[in-house]
């Protein structure tokens, strides 16, 4: 095993020699393997165990152990405890999900402040035949289906490609001493149901389960990385993204028979989960929504749109005081007494100061909104210049409006109002730029 790894590691992971590593060691059979494979490899290692506090005495003897390994191979070390209980409590979490956050927060903390390269993780293939099933059981796209990546950024897995039965018996060969985590007994976890009941009937179905498992997902992979290839494709010929706002043209997304397909690799990242809904959206009337926790896609005229839910403006209002000179939230403003009108621009408007009232403030539009268009006659609702410049929904929400006891001086960086323009006439100019 130990040579395996060696070829492994020159073939895949050359960059790590070196590299001052980081072991994420539980003290069970799969990190102390770890450990000490790098150990014997003679590679540059700290170690960082996690003790969570979730099983008593238990997890204060794994703690103990771990330190008194490193210590007698001389090896650093890092321990660090949590209150996993009361984080997952904090901040509604299971405790799954709160133990690999913590875990994964402090690791990349003693990264940079200890000046170190990569964390290493124990995963096995045997962990990658649990996380599939687990992804197949709930319900997943391709990529759930390609197992564990071997990394990601400054995670590296390098043990995937061995079986928990060729780290046992790396284990007894080699007297390397590990702790048992009671847990893992317990049925208690999905995980633990598919080890202990599901994986070992497969196995028993297939002599060489473990073999055929590999080729599968090495597969499927190829299927995925394939996949991403053409999608980003189509992706660059119909997809306009500005400003974390993505509009998807749907005559041209229609024009592919897969466009589900496409949409489904385009927007899973944004944790949507009514992909029927997202689907219809393609027939549907103007302004349907769907929603996920983080963003919002709506239907506009022939597109799509998607943008995340803090772009959704709120009834803000900010104020621009008489003498203030800048404005930074939510535009970077600037104003300033002038004695002409030049060098004019959308960004840069020439007012009356004697015709505003202070404070100016900087709201979004209302319904029933006017203005005086400059270089035209009449007032015109704020919703039918909207619909003559051909704003999206979305457009409309993020639209910021510069106003003076309420009436609208300048639709911001793009239309003026005649009524407070300087003129040939105005004493006391102030230029108002963003």
Same mark, same amino acid.
């Given at each position: ?9 020159? $073939? ?6 070196? *590299? ?25 290692? !700290? ?33 660090? =405890?949590?209150? !996993? ?14 133990? +690999? %956050?913590? +875990? ?11 000046? /170190? ?7 096995? &293939?045997?962990?990658?035949?649990? !996380? ?5 059981? +709930? ?6 289906? !390609? ?7 400054? @995670?590296?897995?390098? &043990? ?16 390397? =001493? ?27 179905l297939n002599p060489s389960f473990m073999h055929s498992f590999q080729n599968t997902l090495n597969h499927l992979k190829q299927a995925n990385n394939l996949l991403a290839e053409v999608s980003n494709e189509v992706y660059?010929? #119909? ?6 706002? $993505? ?12 466009? %589900? ?16 809904? @997202? ?21 506009? +005229?022939?597109?799509?749109? &998607? ?12 104020? /621009?005081? =008489?003498?203030?000179?800048? /404005? ?5 403003? *600037? ?8 060098n004019t621009s959308n960004n840069t408007i020439f007012v009356d100061e004697d015709k505003i009232q202070f404070p100016l403030v900087i709201r979004k539009w209302h319904e029933g909104d006017f203005f005086y268009p400059?270089?035209?006659?009449? %007032? ?30 300048? #639709? #911001?960086? %793009? ?11 105005? $004493? ?7």
């Amino acid at each position: 095993m130990l040579q395996k790894l060696q070829n492994h590691i020159n $073939i895949n992971f050359p960059h790590l020699k070196g *590299k001052k590593l980081l072991l994420a060691t539980s003290g069970g059979i799969d990190s102390m393997v770890l450990l000490s494979l790098f150990h014997k490899l003679k590679l540059d290692i !700290t170690v960082a165990h996690c003790n969570f506090s979730l099983r008593d005495t238990e997890s204060d003897a794994d703690e103990a152990f771990v330190k008194a390994t490193c210590e007698a191979l001389e090896i650093p070390y890092y321990i660090q =405890k949590f209150d !996993t209980n009361q984080y997952a409590l904090d901040h509604k979490l299971s405790i799954q999900l709160a133990a +690999r %956050k913590l +875990r994964y927060d402090w690791f990349s903390e003693l990264l940079t402040d200890k000046k /170190l390269d990569y964390v290493l993780t124990a995963h096995h &293939l045997d962990d990658e035949i649990e !996380t599939f099933l687990i992804n197949l059981t +709930r319900g997943t796209g391709l990529e759930g289906l !390609t197992g564990i990546p071997f990394q990601n950024d400054k @995670i590296i897995r390098p &043990l995937l490609q061995f079986s928990r039965e060729q780290i046992e018996t790396f284990a007894k060969e080699n007297h390397i =001493k590990w702790r048992e985590d009671s847990s893992n007994a317990s049925n208690k976890y999905l995980r633990n149901k598919l080890r202990h009941d599901v994986v070992p009937v497969l196995k028993e179905l297939n002599p060489s389960f473990m073999h055929s498992f590999q080729n599968t997902l090495n597969h499927l992979k190829q299927a995925n990385n394939l996949l991403a290839e053409v999608s980003n494709e189509v992706y660059q010929k #119909i997809v306009n993204s500005n400003n974390d706002v $993505i509009e998807i043209d749907l005559p041209k997304l229609l024009e592919y028979e897969n466009y %589900k397909g496409y949409l489904f690799q385009w927007l899973k990242k944004y944790d949507f989960t009514s992909w029927e809904d @997202i689907y219809n959206l393609v027939n549907a009337q103007s302004g349907k929504q769907v929603f996920s926790e983080t963003h919002i896609i709506l239907k506009d +005229r022939n597109k799509l749109i &998607l943008f995340s839910k803090k772009e959704k403006s709120e009834n803000q209002e900010y104020f /621009l005081n =008489k003498n203030q000179k800048t /404005l930074k939230v939510p535009l970077n403003i *600037k104003v300033s007494k002038v004695d002409n009108t030049s060098n004019t621009s959308n960004n840069t408007i020439f007012v009356d100061e004697d015709k505003i009232q202070f404070p100016l403030v900087i709201r979004k539009w209302h319904e029933g909104d006017f203005f005086y268009p400059s270089r035209m006659k009449g %007032k015109k609702k704020l919703s039918k210049y909207f619909k003559d410049e051909k704003y999206s929904l979305i457009d409309k929400e993020k639209q910021w409006l510069l106003t003076s006891n309420n009436d609208i001086v300048w #639709i #911001i960086g %793009k239309r003026d109002d005649e009524r407070f323009l300087a003129n040939d006439k105005t $004493i006391n100019i102030l230029k108002i730029e963003i």
